[in-house]
């Protein structure tokens, strides 16, 4: 059985780091597409970041291309989500999401690529507040 565990959440002040971990179990991840997505209060789930298990691409939001990077460790069983520069729109609930047959095509492609990942962690809050 998929599943995906987040952790590394937390309350930083603005302009801080801090790094997202996903650990997947229950599957071999190595041909898995991984993605972060992230809800805040009143809003819709919005893609984050999503790499690919097949030739390794990647998908950035506007809103976090180059300060937030998405990586995975096969051996480790673990997606990360490295976040710098944090604003206070980061605050949000952040999820992991996987599946076998989506792609980082998705989400410019699709109007809801969440959609298309059928496994989902419980998510970890992230707070930006001074």
Partial sequence: QVQLVESGGGLVQPGGSLRLSCAASGFSMGDYTFAWFRQAPGKE???VAC???TDGSTYYAD???GRFTISRDNA????YL???SLEPEDTAVYYCAADRFAGPELFTRERY???FFGSWGQGTQVTVSS
């Fill in 45 to 47: 789930r919005e893609g």
């Fill in 51 to 53: 790499v690919s298990g």
């Fill in 63 to 65: 809103s976090v291309k």
């Fill in 76 to 79: 480790k069983s673990t997606v």
């Fill in 82 to 84: 490295q976040m710098n």
């Fill in 113 to 115: 690529p969440r959609r």
